[in-house]
């Protein structure tokens, strides 16, 4: 079974910076691509960022590129996102999954939300 515990937000100023972690397993974590998501109320999930499945490349939203990072760890099955410079439009709260792709075809993926982490940025 799929699990995903996010973990790492909290409340900063603007400009300020957390890093996002995500423990993840159920799963062969190293040959599956992997995302970040958000959601701030009253509107839809979001992709973030992804990651390969080596952590050799990423892909991030237009509105967070030079300002996140995507990053994994294989060996510890978690992945994680530090960011910096945060803005009041980044409040959300924050999920880690396997990437759009793999969510479309994998009904495991689809059914394994975790909680998420919430972050907060005041103004």
């Keep these: 079974q799929v699990h ?4 790492g937000g909290g409340l900063v100023q603007s400009g300020g910076s957390l890093r996002l972690s995500c423990a993840a397993s159920g799963f062969t974590f190293s040959i599956t691509v992997m995302s970040w998501y958000r959601q701030a109320p009253g509107k839809e999930r979001e992709l973030v960022a992804s990651i390969t ?13 030079g300002r996140f ?11 994680y996102m530090q960011m910096n410079n945060l803005q009041p439009e980044d409040t959300a709260k ?5 990437d759009p792709g793999s969510i479309a075809t994998s009904s495991i993926f689809a059914r ?3 909680q998420g982490t919430q972050v907060t940025v005041s103004s």
């Design 4 to 7: 995903l515990v996010e973990s």
């Design 53 to 65: 499945r080596t952590g050799s490349s990423a892909n991030y939203a237009d509105s967070v590129k």
């Design 69 to 79: 990072t995507i990053s994994r760890d294989n060996a510890k099955n978690m992945l």
């Design 94 to 98: 924050y999920h880690c999954n396997a």
């Design 112 to 114: 394994s939300w975790g």
